[in-house]
């Protein structure tokens, strides 16, 4: 006799009201979190089709982009602090994506390449390598910026919120 399974319960939905009738505070945290699940999804695809995560992509193609770049390079290219820098290149040239020979001039810096392991992940990731918010801040214009980092930074003020966090990539978070 053949077993029957039962559909799983559903948890009731709260309604929610629409946008024009929510509270301000409403509308904006569902704006909050409609980006933060653009941001999720696109490292998602990212690591689904290319393997590694989008912190990973974004470093391997700043390298790719230009070749012999230090770490402190790669740093200021992706505005996050060079520790991190350093730690995102440690495990891309464990994974092969990356190969770190000594600079001629200064035996203490590191020139780095990308393999052709790591131009074979770039190929394959879904672009913006960057990451979908970074791009899309790139595409407002200076007027919406200025507005949106001042509007922000109150947000940040109220929120007490650890300056620190600003140099960590949103793919590691």
Same mark, same amino acid.
């Given at each position: 006799m053949p077993t029957l399974t039962r559909a799983p319960k559903r948890r009731p939905v709260a309604p929610t009201l629409p946008d024009a009738q929510a509270e301000p505070a409403t509308r904006v945290l569902r704006k909050f979190r409609s980006v933060f699940n653009a941001v999720k999804t696109h490292f998602q695809q990212v690591e689904k089709r290319a393997g590694i995560g989008g912190a990973q992509l974004w470093a391997l193609s700043v390298v790719?982009?230009?070749?012999?770049?230090?770490?402190?390079?790669?740093?200021?290219?992706?505005?996050?602090?060079?520790?991190?820098?350093?730690?995102?290149v440690k495990a891309m040239v464990t994974a092969g994506l990356l190969v770190a020979n000594r600079d001629t001039?200064?035996?203490r810096a590191l020139c780095l390449r990308a393999t052709p392991s790591g131009l074979r992940v770039?190929?394959?990731a879904p672009g913006p390598a960057s990451g979908v918010l970074p791009e899309a801040l790139a595409a407002l214009d200076a007027a919406? #910026? &200025?507005? =949106?980092? %001042? +509007?922000?930074?109150?947000? #940040? &003020?109220? =929120?007490? %919120? +650890?300056?620190?966090?600003?140099?960590i990539p949103l793919a590691q978070m």
């Open positions: 790719h982009a230009r070749p012999d770049i230090g770490v402190g390079g790669l740093a200021s290219a992706m505005d996050i602090h060079q520790t991190t820098a350093s730690n995102l001039a200064d035996r770039l190929k394959k919406t #910026l &200025a507005r =949106l980092d %001042a +509007d922000l930074g109150t947000l #940040l &003020a109220v =929120l007490k %919120a +650890d300056e620190r966090a600003a140099g």
